[in-house]
């Protein structure tokens, strides 16, 4: 797809359109010259260059990348006009494309029935959803596991419940014994099960955890922010990059659920989404603003949101990315396959290494690993680990990027691995394979890591 086509195309389909309500003269306060312009752009070229490749499959870090083309063009197009989803009459065109991604995404859950929209983070709408909890079942608190987002207990705090950290097990998942002797003692009215966490792309039991809400009578929402779009791989086989379905088909029973297009569907930031199974709750969102405008019967956006002003801009760039790209297995399922093939056969790869050892199992396409050192201290692996990230990130010849993930010496332990614990923490390395680039890249990758590894184990480190 070649982008510089697409967003001059962009750029035409909207001057046809302006051009239909006749020529008007720019205001003089808003014109800049050429000249003036060019140095401007030229200093803010040169600023963008501070950055990190996400793009290239060498940047193996953090959860990072750019969105499709599609996504570019189709915002590049709508933000032009710059609706602005809150209400209907903000942007009719994208409020509509607004119900038909969220129509789909529900689709994608098996959700029936549905209310939702879409938000400008995952952290807006997992906000948005502890307030319907909270609202559901007032005076309760919230339980969320240890390895959850750090924004529930910052939202708890902010909406005035409870939170409750509930332990992982070994994998990173929410301790479910933990969590029922928690709902025993009748404090709880909402468990967040996250579907992906952001460390470990670790998923928690959703489907065991249903048994527990008939038990109990509390309400589940899934913070799928990162991994909600794994759903499509559910019913895609093991070798091929399949996922454990249970926890993804239990999703259609939960009460919400959050998902990030600016993550893994191929968006720009600014673009989130929260859908809730019983379209009732939107009671508690009622409100009367003389700002808003009401000329049509149909729900405005705005009123079952806590967000007022959206980007209409975000709901054209993900409608026209699901036109090419729907989020269906073969559709955005085929984009996200490789990179969980890759993780799969990396953790293959690091098991057989003499350097490095992977730390968990990956759940989905995030890959976490540490030295292989002779006598493993948690201080050195924490030390070991971090150099050859600075090293590879700092080499001008052949650069990789990677991240670190903090862990404790008894998380080591847990997943079998033998330490001297001699530090409250450590650090292991950490690689998201979200690009489906990242398949064909991974020997390099992975054979750039091991000589880094090789480096720094001997490097005076002692092991
Ligand atoms: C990224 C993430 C969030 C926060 O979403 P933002 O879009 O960054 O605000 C919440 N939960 C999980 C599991 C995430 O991965």
Known sequence: MDLRRWTSTAIDAYQEWA???????????????EKRFTEAFGAFADRLHDNYPFFHPRYA???????????IAGYLAALQINPNNHALDGGPATARMEKEVVAQLATMFGFGEHLGHLTTSGTIANLEALFVARESHPGLGVAYSADSHYTHARMCHLLGVEGHSVPTTGDGRMDLGALE??????????????????GLGAVDPVHEALALRERYGVRLHVDAAYG??????????????GVD????????????????PHKHGLQPYGCGAVLYRDPAVGRHFA??????????????????????????????ALWLTFRLLPPTPDGLGAVLRPGRRAALRWASLLTRSEVLVPYQPPQLDIVTYLPRLAEPALS???RVSSDIMARGMSDKEDPVFLATYAVTGTALRERGHTVTIDAARGSILRSVLMKPESEAYLDRLHARIEDLAAVSIDGGYPS
């Open 181 to 198: 002797e928690l709902l025993a003692r009748g404090r709880i009215g909402t468990v967040v099960l996250t579907a992906g966490t952001t």
């Open 228 to 241: 909600g779009f794994f759903t499509l791989l559910a019913d895609v086989p093991p070798e091929d990059g």
């Open 61 to 71: 870090g953090q959860m990072l990348k750019p969105p499709h083309p599609a996504a």
């Open 19 to 33: 051009d239909g309500f006749g020529p008007f003269e720019p205001h003089p306060s808003l014109v800049v010259s």
């Open 245 to 260: 379905p249970e926890p993804w088909r239990a999703i259609a029973h939960c009460d919400s659920v959050v998902v990030d």
């Open 380 to 382: 050195a692996i924490g």
């Open 287 to 316: 409100h009367d603003s003389p700002y808003t405008y009401f000329t049509s019967d149909e729900l405005h956006l705005g009123e079952i949101s806590l967000e007022c002003s959206r980007a209409g801009a975000a709901a054209a």
